[in-house]
């Protein structure tokens, strides 16, 4: 995730945009950029790294102009460097461009613009946007003052993705233009001055009223006024509203804390790691070319990887067993890379690293590829360590994890897992059109079902103010419920110091049911029904020793035995 600012007023704009971006730091950082209007002409200065590095650029005090966008950026496209940096300009030098989010059809864009005798200086998404409205503004034969407005407009119905936008022109000096669509933009007024932000605590040391933008809404700022369009350029009214957050809090979205505004991120995290990759027939995963000839001769799969990024590999195990049928072994990065495993040239080795820098993890790709597998690497840093030693490395778009206890990373790198199964199988010819379709379908449809069990918290409040006091706990669940429930008690032991353990409900019996006693909390997830029954037996085995259970279940799992055994039992 980026950050953008932007002002426009009667001050000098480049102080009050590099102090913005100072603030949204935490959200990206391996580039920053400042764009002004000066002597009819846009200038724009940027430079990789942080935003320190940009401040110390040669020239940037000198920048006089009172308009101006900003942007400090966590690259989705093109590694980080001063060509990929926003803001980016169209080949005209008249538009310039920041952007937040993803253009998914960037591809098609960028080939119809080169058609048309566009460049292209970066690899980023954004570069077609500015290019686009150029486009689109040498299109229109009508010179009126809505003429760039409409072709921020015509840009905007042809994006498919997300984006907050900030657009500067030449032909519109005195105005900015900004929209957005899945990705948070904001407006706050002054006095005679507008601010502009992705982030409420970029600007709110400069005013309390803001406007709060909808998806496909459209704004034209000036100085005095802020006017709002929907996606057809009629006008529409918006309410102003008052923000008496702390400066703190502003930061944390009004959330409690980071790692609690990173749970209610999982929706985007996930919209933005699918991508367009199940849009087409087949599955497209860009940086991915494997052939169905390398993948017919692999003999073993092995994924490799340290903590809640293992335990996303736990998952992939049985996603890709069942459907590519190729053995998988899952391993700890610091046992891999200290043993003698057993890999060779037709053996897949994929890492999962959020970050890109564990050691460890690093350290067993290296060992892979001597001994001449090839690597895939899941990160969601790109250009870090770990993905400039890999043969292919693909992306989670979680954005920055702040809270440093994984949520939205974990989903995001599981349904990145899911979908890179059903791209093996597709290759493999070996899963039917049918189940592929379905498989795409729950995919699409995850984002708004996490959002509605987000909606509904109130019960596991209740259940952990019941509970946070406790010494141990005890998590159960059979296949992918397991893996769960590996990464549910982590998670547990990270932020609460509860001692927790997390066993395969059919082990309980080899020797753990020794430790279930009266009293003891025991987290039971049975998602899958073909296991329910079985799960429900080792449910039974922990209440009959008078452990208090809490049932994760499904809501579509009809199953009267659930609740009528444990008075504590949730479906979500
Ligand atoms: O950056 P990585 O994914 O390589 O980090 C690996 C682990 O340290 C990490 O997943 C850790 O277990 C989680 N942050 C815990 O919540």
Not at 28 to 57: C, F, H, P
Not at 232 to 243: A, N, T, V
Not at 562 to 571: A, D, L, V
């Amino acid at each position: 995730m980026c950050g953008i600012v932007g002002y426009i007023g009667n001050k000098k704009a480049s102080p009050i945009l590099i102090n913005g971006l100072l603030r949204l730091e935490y959200r990206g950082y391996d580039s920053a950029g400042i764009a002004t209007i000066e002597n009819n002409k846009i200038k724009i200065m940027k430079n990789k790294g942080r935003v320190n590095n940009l401040y110390q650029l040669e020239g940037i005090n000198e920048l006089v102009g009172t308009i101006g966008i900003a942007h400090t950026r966590w690259a989705t496209h093109g590694k980080p460097s001063k060509e990929n940096s926003h803001p980016h300009i169209d080949n005209s030098n008249s538009f310039a461009v920041v952007h937040n989010g993803i253009i998914e059809n960037y591809h098609e864009l960028k080939k119809f613009l080169t058609e048309k005798g566009y460049k292209f200086v970066s690899d980023t998404d954004t570069e077609v946007i500015p290019n686009l409205i150029n486009y689109y503004f040498d299109q229109d034969k009508l010179n009126d003052d809505k003429k760039v407005l409409r072709a921020v407009k015509n840009t905007c119905n042809s994006l498919k993705g997300s984006y907050a936008l900030e657009i500067l022109s030449i032909y519109n000096k005195n105005k900015m233009i900004v929209a957005r669509k899945d990705s948070p933009l904001v407006i706050g007024k002054g006095d005679g001055e507008n601010y502009i932000s992705s982030d409420i605590p970029a600007i709110l040391s400069y005013t309390k009223d803001f406007y709060l933008l909808d998806d496909n809404e459209i704004v034209e700022l000036s100085r005095n006024e802020v006017k709002f369009y929907n996606r057809d350029l009629q006008e529409i009214q918006k309410p102003i509203k008052s923000i008496e957050w702390g400066a703190l809090s502003a930061e944390k979205d009004g959330y409690e804390d980071f790692m609690l505004k990173e749970i209610y991120e999982q929706p985007r995290a996930i919209r933005e790691t699918v991508g367009a990759k199940l849009d087409n027939g087949s599955i497209e995963i860009e940086g991915l070319e494997l052939s169905k000839e390398y993948l017919k001769n692999i003999n073993k799969i092995y994924i490799v990887a340290c903590g809640t990024a293992m335990y996303a590999g736990i998952v992939a195990k049985t996603v890709f067993e069942k459907l590519c049928k190729i053995p998988v072994e899952v391993d700890i990065a610091s046992e891999f890379r200290y043993r003698d495993p057993l890999i060779d040239e037709n053996t897949l080795s994929i890492y999962i690293s959020q970050s890109g820098e564990t050691a460890d993890t690093i350290a067993a790709l290296k060992l892979a590829k001597l001994k001449g597998a090839k690597t895939l690497v899941i990160s969601n840093v790109i250009g870090s360590s770990i993905t400039r030693e890999a043969d292919y490395s693909i992306y989670t778009h979680a954005g920055p994890e702040i809270a440093v206890a994984s949520t939205k990373a974990y989903t995001s790198q599981v349904v990145l897992l899911n979908i890179l199964g059903m791209y093996f199988a597709e290759k493999l010819e070996i899963i039917d059109k049918g189940t592929i379709k379905k498989l795409k379908e729950d995919i699409l449809k995850l984002p708004s079902q996490i959002e509605e069990v987000l909606k509904g918290t109130d019960q596991i409040n209740e259940f952990a103010k019941k509970v946070y006091k406790e010494k141990d706990m005890f998590f159960l669940g059979r296949g992918t419920d397991y893996a769960v429930s590996l990464e549910g008690s982590l998670k547990l032991k990270e932020i609460s110091y509860i001692h927790s353990e997390s066993y395969a409900s059919g082990e309980l019996k080899h020797g753990p049911i020794a430790l279930i006693e009266n009293d003891v909390t025991v987290i039971a997830t049975m998602t899958n029904p073909d296991l329910v029954e079985k799960s429900m037996s080792n449910v039974q085995e922990v209440v009959t020793r008078g452990a208090k259970v809490f049932v994760i279940t499904s809501e579509n799992i009809k199953n009267d035995g659930i609740t009528r055994n444990n008075k504590n039992s949730k479906n979500k």
